[in-house]
């Protein structure tokens, strides 16, 4: 059985078995080269960090919840990695995303990959997992040391975030069980604005300045602080499904209170949040397929989880025992 784009739906008990195609050299450079199409983002697509409304609070721990955490370093994509691939939505399709994406964890990801190769592969995280982290990357006017070369459209260039937070968190309602190696976990919808605006609950914006204020659009942060990118993954699970054909209905979000829906149980909830030095009143975006205009409602991340069962099981036994840990 396959699932949208000809990728699999793997189930925790059948297997598959793809055939692994080299990419070339010339996919990386339509990963970060002129696309000279793209238009956006709209000045309504901003707004002052201060006219956002605070946001409501997260849901309070209950007996029996668990409040562990555990962070992984795997850095903040120093080295550059980019490619206009989607594994996820877009297995086996060369640039199938229309914009490019920033990689941390697993070096190797691309439309071709498999478990295999994904197993095999080097990791920027420092204990080894090799995990595939992914987000589009952000783009902002001027360039400096560090930063990819202009290509774009408009004088934006690819910036390299200050910081990279990858934490996994529990349940405020119960224990959390150890994900299976290899579950997909994708959130937002690349395709939102086309689409009227679905799968866009999650989508999070704020400034290092007052992190209570949430937003879905573009924050304009005061002189001196960073703008703030924050994914929450889905983490109830199925059971069954490392992956579905919509990429969604086999990982889900809990309810308003935390717990998860019937049918399914909390795994480690993933947690980014990525930090830009973007100058105060700059006309950044991320980017994106170009009908979508560079929206911030189009902000999307990608996750496969690729650590070892017993680091996995580590993460769990951290979250469940309420300790904060780091790789």
């Given at each position: 059985?396959t699932g949208f784009?000809?990728r699999?739906?793997?189930?925790?008990w059948?297997?598959?078995?793809?055939?692994?195609?080299?990419?070339?050299?010339?996919?990386?450079?339509?990963?970060?080269?002129?696309?000279?199409?793209?238009?956006?983002?709209a000045?309504?697509?901003f707004v002052?960090i201060a006219?956002v409304?605070?946001?409501?609070?997260?849901?309070?721990?209950k007996?029996?919840?668990?409040?562990?955490?555990f962070?992984e370093?795997?850095?903040?994509?120093?080295?550059?990695i980019?490619?206009?691939?989607?594994?996820?939505?877009?297995?086996g399709?060369t640039g199938?995303?229309?914009?490019a994406?920033?990689?941390?964890g697993?070096v190797?990801t691309?439309?071709?990959s498999?478990?295999?190769?994904?197993?095999?592969?080097d990791?920027?995280?420092?204990?080894?997992?090799?995990?595939?982290?992914f987000?589009?990357?952000l783009?902002?006017?001027?360039?400096s040391?560090?930063?990819?070369?202009?290509?774009?459209g408009?004088?934006l260039w690819?910036?390299?975030?200050?910081s990279v937070l990858?934490?996994?968190?529990g349940?405020?309602?119960?224990?959390?069980?150890?994900?299976?190696?290899?579950?997909?976990a994708f959130?937002?919808?690349?395709h939102?604005?086309?689409?009227g605006?679905?799968?866009?609950?999650?989508v999070?914006?704020?400034c290092s300045g007052?992190?209570t204020?949430?937003?879905?659009?573009y924050?304009?942060?005061?002189e001196?602080?960073?703008?703030?990118r924050?994914?929450?993954?889905?983490s109830?699970?199925?059971?069954?499904?490392?992956?579905s054909p919509?990429h969604?209905?086999?990982l889900?979000y809990?309810?308003?209170?935390?717990?998860?829906?019937?049918a399914?149980?909390?795994?480690?909830?993933?947690?980014?949040e990525?930090?830009y030095?973007?100058?105060?009143?700059?006309?950044y975006?991320?980017?994106?397929?170009?009908?979508?205009m560079?929206?911030p409602?189009t902000?999307?991340?990608?996750?496969?989880?690729?650590m070892?069962?017993?680091?996995?099981t580590t993460?769990?036994?951290?979250?469940?025992?309420?300790?904060?840990?780091?790789?």
């Amino acid at each position: 059985m396959t699932g949208f784009g000809g990728r699999p739906v793997r189930s925790v008990w059948v297997g598959y078995v793809v055939i692994a195609v080299v990419v070339a050299l010339w996919a990386v450079l339509v990963a970060c080269g002129d696309r000279g199409d793209h238009t956006g983002p709209a000045a309504t697509d901003f707004v002052a960090i201060a006219d956002v409304s605070v946001a409501e609070p997260a849901v309070a721990p209950k007996s029996g919840g668990s409040t562990g955490t555990f962070r992984e370093d795997c850095g903040r994509n120093q080295r550059g990695i980019h490619n206009s691939d989607n594994i996820i939505i877009s297995p086996g399709v060369t640039g199938g995303a229309h914009h490019a994406h920033d990689y941390v964890g697993n070096v190797s990801t691309n439309a071709f990959s498999t478990d295999a190769s994904l197993a095999a592969a080097d990791t920027t995280c420092a204990d080894g997992d090799r995990s595939t982290y992914f987000w589009p990357v952000l783009l902002a006017p001027g360039g400096s040391a560090g930063q990819s070369s202009p290509g774009h459209g408009g004088n934006l260039w690819i910036q390299v975030p200050q910081s990279v937070l990858i934490e996994f968190r529990g349940s405020p309602v119960s224990n959390v069980v150890a994900m299976p190696r290899f579950l997909d976990a994708f959130t937002g919808n690349p395709h939102a604005v086309t689409e009227g605006g679905t799968g866009t609950e999650h989508v999070q914006w704020s400034c290092s300045g007052d992190r209570t204020r949430i937003t879905r659009q573009y924050p304009l942060c005061g002189e001196g602080q960073q703008v703030i990118r924050i994914f929450d993954f889905p983490s109830c699970w199925n059971g069954k499904s490392l992956d579905s054909p919509n990429h969604k209905s086999h990982l889900v979000y809990p309810d308003a209170a935390g717990a998860c829906p019937g049918a399914t149980f909390p795994v480690p909830q993933l947690h980014i949040e990525l930090a830009y030095a973007v100058p105060a009143g700059a006309r950044y975006a991320v980017d994106s397929f170009p009908e979508e205009m560079r929206n911030p409602i189009t902000d999307h991340a990608g996750f496969i989880n690729v650590m070892p069962d017993e680091l996995m099981t580590t993460v769990a036994e951290c979250i469940n025992s309420g300790r904060q840990c780091t790789a």
